[in-house]
């Protein structure tokens, strides 16, 4: 049974910095690329970062590049998100997810098999 355990959201002041952490077990983790997408209040989920399969390359959504930077440890399958000068409006529920995305469609949540429950991240202004 594959399972995405998130972690490490919290409440933060606008500039400051919180590091997400995903745990998973029960598939070939080194195989899948891992991806973190996020879900503002009334908002579609949308992606944040992804680091492929590879580990040959990253990807970032324009509104995260220079501030998130995304991390992965094949040997303790886990994935990471250092999300540093954060702003109001990073405020969302993060998600990490699993899957083998099109190279070219890596944004798309469609193509992730696997996702974590959500872990919180609330950015004081």
């Known amino acids: 049974q594959v399972q995405l355990v998130d972690s490490g959201g919290g409440l933060v002041q606008a500039g400051g910095s919180l590091r997400l952490s995903c745990a998973a077990s029960g598939l070939p983790f080194s195989t899948y690329t891992m991806a973190w997408f996020r879900q503002a209040p009334g908002k579609e989920r949308e992606f944040v970062a992804a680091?492929?399969?590879?580990?040959?390359?990253?990807y970032y959504a324009d509104s995260v590049k220079g501030r998130f930077t995304i991390s992965r440890d094949n040997a303790k399958n886990t994935v990471n998100l250092q999300m540093n000068s954060l702003k109001f409006e990073d405020t969302a529920i993060y998600y990490c997810?699993?899957?083998?995305?099109?190279?070219?469609?890596?944004?798309?949540?469609?193509?992730?098999?696997?996702w974590g429950q959500g872990t919180p991240v609330t950015v004081s202004s």
């Open positions: 997810a699993a899957g083998r995305p099109l190279v070219f469609l890596f944004y798309f949540r469609r193509q992730y098999d696997y």
């Open positions: 680091f492929s399969g590879s580990g040959e390359r990253t």
